[in-house]
């Protein structure tokens, strides 16, 4: 992909793969519960990064790489493999072992606010007021849809939510330090390697699950469901956020996150049986949109005052 000066806020192109990114992430909630019952869960996070490692780094060497030789970059883009996939998925699953689903979709909400506080504290991107507003309020749309009042804060979900709160910290850390990789290599480089690094540290997680894959064996429908799980969720996902954040903020990046619970809420019900659409559901997707809208001009009100180099080809 070549690409000019940025238009204002990134251009339709990065809010469409961005919609795209969590179509695919919310697909995961309705096709990992399709899933699950017959594959472990560790299996699942183990298959997903190592399969996704094999397709990138096949379609790499396809295209003659580029290979990465600097050995900072190489570290850094080990870091980002342990803490945007490794550590991420894997605090998020043990969490869920110790908490509730509801506090664990509700704390996911958490990265949007991580990941503005960290790149301010750290000095690598600006949040304006309009900015911050719009995270709130899309924040608030988004907790209001899961339920506030179901959240359980007690002793028995302590553990889990405190894993679930350090995983979004690690995601928040992930989409922050991508940044400065991005400038010297394109995207597929980048993805190539983050999962890479993250499949050489999660398969020693992941290999107790894929021992205890049923003896009779996991039926073909399922094997094509991990199939999509590697593709789209995995793949799909990690490729558009990168190419994305190559382009805007990482604040813009991490706050279409509040669009997949409205997603869920709205595909569920045509796929899943006992799932239905409400009017809170409603409601909660026109403050999301409203904040996600404040974003979105105070990022392009921003792009007006500090205006950006052209982001290199791809």
């Not at 695919?24 to 990992?32: C, P």
């Not at 969720?233 to 509040?258: C, D, E, F, K």
């Not at 409400?278 to 904040?291: D, H, N």
Request: proline share 6%.
């Amino acid at each position: 992909m070549s690409d000019g000066r940025p238009a204002p806020a990134g251009g339709a192109a990065v809010h469409v793969a961005l919609v795209l990114v969590q179509l695919m992430f919310a697909s995961l909630a309705i096709v990992g519960r399709i899933v699950l019952p017959q594959f472990p869960a560790s299996a699942l996070v183990a298959s997903r990064v190592v399969g996704a490692a094999l397709v990138l780094a096949a379609v790499n060497a396809l295209r003659g790489g580029p290979w990465v030789r600097d050995r900072g970059d190489l570290r850094r883009l080990f870091w980002l493999g342990t803490l945007g996939i490794t550590l991420n998925q894997t605090l998020f699953v043990f969490g869920l072992k110790y908490t509730t689903a509801v506090n664990a979709t509700i704390l996911v909400t958490l990265v949007p606010v991580f990941t503005v506080l960290g790149s301010v504290v750290t000095r690598r991107e600006p949040a304006s007021p309009l900015k911050l507003a719009g995270i709130a309020v899309a924040g608030l749309g988004a907790i209001w849809l899961i339920g506030p009042d179901r959240l359980t804060l007690g002793a028995e979900t302590a553990l889990g939510n405190l894993l679930i709160v350090a995983g979004m910290a690690c995601y928040a850390a992930y989409f922050i330090y991508s940044k400065s990789v991005l400038a010297r290599h394109d995207s597929l480089t980048v993805v190539t390697y983050v999962m890479l690094f993250a499949a050489v540290t999660i398969l020693p997680i992941g290999w107790l699950g894929l021992t205890q894959l049923p003896a009779a064996g996991v039926p073909p429908r399922v094997w094509a469901l991990v199939a999509y799980i590697v593709a789209f969720p995995t793949i799909g996902t990690y490729l558009l956020n990168i190419w994305a954040l190559r382009r805007v903020s990482s604040h813009l990046v991490s706050v279409y996150i509040y669009l997949q619970p409205l997603v869920t809420a709205a595909v569920a019900p045509l796929l899943l049986a006992g799932e239905g659409l409400t009017p809170r559901a409603a409601g909660a997707g026109l403050l999301i949109f409203a904040g996600l809208g404040a974003v979105i001009q105070a990022e392009r009100l921003q792009r007006r005052e500090v205006p950006l180099e052209a982001v290199p080809s791809e």
